[in-house]
């Protein structure tokens, strides 16, 4: 079993340029999420969906987008990339009820020059 | 304002006990996870708490105490493999997670 998958692996990408991140889940599960971690600041929520069809803001959303056209996939997009936004990008789904534990994918390494 | 504080770093002797605590101050509070962190890798899932109280794993064992906002990750027979970060997080409504920063543990031989 996959789990999450998420690609690419690591990016490096000229600022103003345009990104989409991939994430896709073989686990069925209705909620989905992004997260950016920085050294020192932890896991950050960027966007979430808790079931197909629907997102939300999480705590730093300015400069991401989102959409859920199914349950299976969650893409991240930069619009127009900035070098704040260098990061490690993780995605992570959880099924609704029980105690939600949030499975994460491997992550991708963005740099923004 | 919603706060998770951790301990930044902690160092232990392979074989003894480590304790990391976690306090957190949220507007709601629907349970209090512990995930592990190896250097370069994904967070996996450790523990879940909900009740007061400690809740043992194996080596590791969580405990939590509502009103005083305050749980801890106890740790025993350490290993070196036991060598990462340690994320608190809470949930404080129906699905999202809000984190501390991290403990990062080191083992010395």
């Known amino acids: 079993t996959a789990g999450i998958t998420q690609a690419p692996t690591s990016q490096i990408l000229a600022a103003g340029r345009s990104m989409t991140l991939r994430c896709t889940q073989d686990m069925r599960h209705n909620a989905m999420y992004w997260y950016r971690q920085d050294l020192g600041l932890g896991l950050r929520l960027i966007h979430y969906s808790n079931t197909a069809g629907t997102t939300g803001k999480g705590e730093v959303p300015d400069g991401y987008s989102v959409s859920r056209a199914n349950t299976d996939d969650f893409p991240l997009t930069l619009a127009s990339a900035v070098p704040s936004q260098t990061s490690v990008y993780f995605c992570?789904?959880?099924?609704?009820?029980?105690?939600?534990?949030?499975?994460f994918g491997p992550g991708t390494r963005l740099t923004v020059l | 304002g919603q706060n998770i504080d951790q301990p930044t770093e902690m160092t232990a002797t392979e074989g003894a006990i480590v304790q990391i605590n976690c306090t957190y101050q949220?507007?709601?509070?629907?349970?209090l996870f512990w995930y592990q962190q190896h250097a370069g890798e994904a967070p996996t899932f450790l523990s879940y708490n909900v009740l007061d109280g400690l809740e043992e794993k194996g080596r590791f064992s969580s405990f939590l105490s509502r009103s005083k906002g305050y749980s801890y990750l106890l740790l025993k027979e350490l290993q070196m493999k036991d060598s990462a970060s340690y994320l608190c997080?809470?949930?404080?409504?129906?699905?999202?997670?809000?984190w501390g920063a991290g403990t990062k543990l080191i083992i010395k031989p």
């Open positions: 992570a789904s959880s099924v609704r009820g029980g105690n939600n534990e949030q499975f």
């Open positions: 997080a809470v949930r404080d409504g129906d699905y999202q997670l809000i």
């Open positions: 949220t507007s709601g509070f629907n349970g």
